[in-house]
């Protein structure tokens, strides 16, 4: 009997191994906030104000893709400021500003925030 304790072993870490990888598999719905990230802005703007620093979108993706979006943080709301006008700029709010990474393959994305618009100023 003493003898099957690594054997013992063995199996309880195929088995964790196992539970684990079915858990990946699933797909799983989870709320999160995504920075706001202005890129291209003109050498004379400033940012003054904006509405908000990060959006909430709830996405539907399969439980490794959700681990692989918590450890690479690099999903960003993208906003191209360069045909942007002096003064107050509105961006309505939709996914295809949005930067995933080409690894992470999500299923769903629906924006669940208060703001239907971001009104930024210059």
Do not use: H
């Not at 045909?83 to 990474?101: A, D, E």
């Amino acid at each position: 009997m003493k003898k099957k304790w690594r054997l013992k072993i063995l199996a309880l870490f195929i088995a964790i191994f196992l539970w684990f990888q079915q858990s990946l598999i699933r797909d799983y719905s989870q709320e999160i906030n995504i920075p706001i990230e202005i890129v291209n802005i003109p050498n004379n703007y400033i940012v003054f104000s904006k509405t908000a620093n990060s959006l909430s979108f709830e996405i539907k993706a399969r439980g490794f893709d959700l681990l692989l979006m918590k450890f690479m943080k690099k999903i960003t709301y993208k906003i191209d400021a360069e045909k942007f006008n002096y003064w107050k700029n509105t961006i309505p709010v939709s996914s295809k500003y949005l930067s995933i990474p080409t690894n992470i393959k999500l299923n769903k994305i629906k924006y669940t925030d208060k703001y239907q618009k971001i009104n930024m100023c210059f």
